[in-house]
Antibody, heavy 118, light 106 residues
Framework: EVQLVESGGGLVQPGRSLKLSCVAS????????MNWIRQAPGKGLEWVAY????????YYAETVKGRFTISRDNAKNTLYLQMTSLRSEDTALYYC???????????WGQGASVTVSS | DIQMTQSPPVLSASVGDRVTLSCKAS??????LDWYQQKHGEAPKLLIY???NLQTGIPSRFSGSGSGTDYTLTISSLQPEDVATYYC????????FGAGTKLELK
């Protein structure tokens, strides 16, 4: 069974940093591109970042470019999202999702909650 | 940036109804569009990819169509378990979700 489990969320002050993790199981993680998608409370979905299977291709939404860094460790079957200079508008549930080139996202985690507030 | 407009924002329908959800892109997206279903409190689920391809395990009452700027998700016979918010998502240029259509039972 394909499974994605996010962790690392929490309450953080504006301007601070936080790192999310997503552990994958049930499939060959190193063969798949991976994404982060977020959902602000009561709002719709927003694609955040993509990383290819071998980390050669990385893309970001304009809203997070320069502040967030996506990475992965294929030996540990883990996807990361390093978030810096956090703003209140980054408050959201952050999902990791499997999907090549940020499309056909066929497996999703349950999300990690990030709240940016003083 | 490509904008995706979904209509209606909220749709009320009865069990057994044929339901049509619309998604309009601000420019041609060449069928590079997926549909996702999100039930309350759950993660999104892929329903349809590349406009009209049914994801494995999704009931055949779901179908997608469209081209150019106009796309449609159809549920041929609405079931109670289909109550959810439905999002279209384009990846032709950048990556953009629509605002969603909330489907309710009448």
């Amino acid at each position: 069974e394909v499974q994605l489990v996010e962790s690392g969320g929490g309450l953080v002050q504006p301007g601070r940093s936080l790192k999310l993790s997503c552990v994958a199981s049930g499939f060959t993680f190193s063969n798949y591109g991976m994404n982060w998608i977020r959902q602000a409370p009561g709002k719709g979905l927003e694609w955040v970042a993509y990383i290819s299977s071998g980390s050669s291709y990385i893309y970001y939404a304009e809203t997070v470019k320069g502040r967030f860094t996506i990475s992965r460790d294929n030996a540990k079957n883990t996807l990361y999202l390093q978030m810096t200079s956090l703003r209140s508008e980054d408050t959201a549930l952050y999902y990791c999702a499997r999907g090549a080139v940020a499309r056909v996202m066929d497996a999703w985690g349950q999300g990690a909650s990030v709240t940016v507030s003083s | 940036d490509i904008q995706m407009t979904q209509s209606p924002p909220v749709l009320s329908a009865s069990v057994g109804d044929r339901v049509t959800l619309s998604c309009k892109a601000s420019q041609n997206i060449n069928k590079n569009l997926d549909w996702y279903q999100q039930k309350h409190g759950e993660a999104p689920k892929l329903l349809i990819y590349y406009t009209n391809n049914l994801q494995t395990g999704i009931p055949s009452r779901f179908s997608g169509s469209g081209s150019g700027t106009d796309y449609t998700l159809t549920i041929s016979s609405l079931q109670p378990e289909d109550v959810a918010t439905y999002y279209c998502y384009q990846y032709n240029s950048g990556y953009t979700f629509g605002a969603g259509t909330k489907l309710e039972l009448k």
